[in-house]
């Protein structure tokens, strides 16, 4: 049997079956595939809202927000935390695509990425026009029952 990448196990003949054994209805010899890009873009979402669910992060990425690069050092002076604790939350940051870094010399510069961003101000696009179209019909179901006086 082999693994792949999104918990499936391929067994040649037999079919594909999933982690738990349990065989999945599909031709024979065909491997059932399962987004790894999906994947990948659900765990950069994952660690990009991580990233941006603290208020330090927030207040990095808005101090770089002004397009020029700062040292690690020029960011800690805005803190009240511990060298060693920016550095952590620049880390995060970077994991999450939301900054790059480049070091020269002994000084490590960073400035803002936007993919990262980018990615999550799409998510939240698509679910904020999902919700706005439930309230705006919630908005007409309501304005209905109370024309006809309904309760």
Known sequence: MVSSPCGWLWSGARGARNTFGRRK???PGVIPLYSYLAMFQ???LDRAFHALSDGTRRAILHEL???EP???GELGQHFR???PTIS???RVLEDAQLIERTVDGRVHWFRLQPKG???ATRWLARHQAFWEGAVDQLEQLLSQRSGRGDT
């Open 88 to 90: 952590k939350h620049l």
């Open 117 to 119: 961003l980018r990615e």
């Open 25 to 27: 209805a599909i031709a």
């Open 65 to 67: 927000a002004g397009g």
């Open 81 to 83: 935390s511990a060298q």
């Open 70 to 72: 700062r040292s690690a």
């Open 42 to 44: 659900a765990e950069q």
